[in-house]
């Protein structure tokens, strides 16, 4: 208790509030929810730390300055007044000075904003004419998730044939798409965007700025569900896109059961049985990789991709179609399938000096995309660590979606479940008891204490599956 | 969610030995780490430092503490710790108010003299407490090469010739014993008796050389053993676990890079890979033939049994790979690190490493106290004078 309140008048308090403020990526609202919930300020900067950006600098010194003006105030009524009262009243705004810091920041960097939003807009008002006049065929992927997977796979496929620019990381709001336009050469024939969508409108913004030819829609679930209340307000976000392109083509994730419903006449449906005419024949997926055959009347072509997991044939296949369409012949997207590999934190194994293997998936925080990747430990033979703090942001649905994952683990017969204490793996266990799971269940206070233990539980031949980051603002 | 009351377990490391640093690195990876990481255990760490102090502090049971380069005059800063043997292990830190804690089990992560030598087993067997590892007789013979020689050799073991003798030995009649060493087929390896790590072991070739070697292993202890180098060699190494009914880890063979498995090779050079002792040099399992390896299993386990270990041991094995025959090196009672990389490589984790350790710690201590250690007798009265 005492160390909670004394956390506040410590010097490193201002970094904090400058670190929760970054890891909102600015967002006040959130902010705000998240500086309710703390108590030890000491304590916010856990899993990561503040990145010292330009941004973060300027904030930082901001904060500070008005601390010190706070605190110079109190002072200042102390000096002015010398009666009882003043003191009093100095008294309360130096104590209260850390609350008054954290809105007060808020406030300033309000102010930023209204500085910064025109000069965005201009940045924006750039990329978008100099994108209207390139010639490329543009590709938009939109969905609550898997769109960073879907987005390389494409690339991987499409760059055998043509020259393919996608940005880079996970830029997909506005600011960050106009940044990348400003690297292209000119000479590129396809463009790939990422369509990240946070509120209502988001996709409908980023289709005027990118005008796509072709739509890609990786799925719709409960992702961010905390900010768009309702899955159909998630649909009709995700589906901005198909609005703005009309009869253009777009694929859809049939694997997906919201995508699926929301599809319309003309949209070319994708998943692991095929897309279009395309038929998928012998699917087979093990630790090495995924191979299949995609077949339209007598044309075949097999395919093998590192990507782990029965789940990666729709998106694959989606790329082997929309490569097709743009003339790329049976070879080069043979060559494009092979080169698709496990991306960074998804889904990507690696093999310790021990011999055990490692599977992290910690990018992948979705409902749809944590049951493909329980359906495809389910095939291993080996035992299998299955390590999740839960997932973030599920709103009203957390409840449902952590015991179908229990539910799931128990199915699977997964050998042991290391849960990580908080607000939602308690819901994993009990769908766990649901599924009347006969594994071990491991509880650890914290991801870091359970990554710690985690090469003394383990011997050659284990499977480690890291499900999930959770980052500081949920802890 | 469990909530079981934790037993407490004290892990003993240091210690005036010339393997102090080594025991630090096993205390930690695996023994602490891993028992942290049951979830069952509250961990009490005891270090003892090279002149022998005794220190305790939660903040040692993080590897970190002892990686700081002032570790040792902030430890002396600290208050000694002090023992009680009353009916059980008990710590007692001082400082106001002082905190006793009482061990459940102790797990001794010692390497060589005061530690591996059976010392340290004595005083926990007198302290009547569950104590990880070999007891004080296994240990005492592991420690001595030549005693260990001498009787596992007494059941038809079969070990390299070999001579020892002791520092007054060799100072008073060095001409005597130089002829007998001459006898043994050369080269020849020289070895302190006591000393684990390969510290000070030298393979010689001529007198000369002899007589150097000698010297320098007197250095480190009172006595010596020369044997005879195993032509074409394979050394391998065999962990074993168990009281009575025994598991093995599985044989593995040290890669040398220089002449010999020496101290670099087993622990710094092997740690700068991250996993604390040799791994990135060994072949496991060692690519040797299936006989060889059936053989080196049951040898391995004679020699466990023959010593009389429990909990756990490694038995090195030296072999003349053209004349397919093994011969017995040596015993460790604490193998580096518990020799975790091994057992992991056969399907025993850290954690169920050292809780099957701690079982059989605790199954030895119930079948001791099952044992009758004193009886009635009227033997004092008689005592009253003359003859008994």
Redesign the interface.
Known sequence: MITNILSRYRPRYVRSLVYMLQASEYKIGDYFAWLRRVKDFGAVEKRKQLTKSPKALFVLGLGWLLWLAIIACGVLVVFTTFTMYGYALGAIIVLASPFLLAYGIAALLLGVHLVQKPIGAAVISRARRSLARHTAVKIAVAGSFGKTSMREIIKAVLSEGKRVAAPPHSYNTPLGISAFVKTLKGDEEVLLFELGEYYPGDVRTLCNLVKPDIGVITGVNEAHLQKFKTLESTARTVFELADFLGEKPVYVNGESELARKNARAGHIVYDKNGAGEWIVESPHTELSGTTFTLAKGSEKMSLKSSLLGLHQVGPLVAAAVIAKGMGLSSEQIKTGIARTKPFDHRLEPKTD????ITLNDSYNGNPDGVGAVIAFLASLKSRRFYVTPGLVEMGARAEAVHREIGRELAAAEIEKVVLI?NSVTPFIEQGLKDGQYRGEV??FDDALAAF??L????????IVLLQNDWPDQYA | MHNNKKKTIAVIFGGRSAEHDVSIITAHVPIIQSLLATGQFEVVPIYIAKDGSWYSEDAMNDIAYFKQPDFEERTRRNKKLQLSFDNGFKIIRPGFPSKTISADIVFPSMHGTFGEDGSLSGLLRMANVPFVGCGLFASAVAMDKALTKQVVAAEGIPVVPYVWFTRNDWERNKSEWKEKIEKLQWPLFVKPVHLGSSIAITKVTDATALENAVEVALHYDDKVLVEESVENLVEVTLPIMGNDDLQLAATERPLNKTEFFDFNDKYLLGGKKGSGVNSAYSEIPANIPPKLAHEVEELGKKVYKTLGCSGIARIDFLIDGARERIFVNEVNTLPGSLYHHNWKKVGVSNIELVSKLVALAEERFANEQKLTRTFKSDILNKASGGKL
Do not use: F, I
């Not at chain 1, 000096?353 to 055990?356: K, Q």
């Not at chain 1, 090469?455 to 284990?462: A, F, I, S």
């Open positions: 000096e021990s011999g055990v204490k491991l509880w710690a233990a090469p003394h539980m383990t011997v050659k031949g284990d």
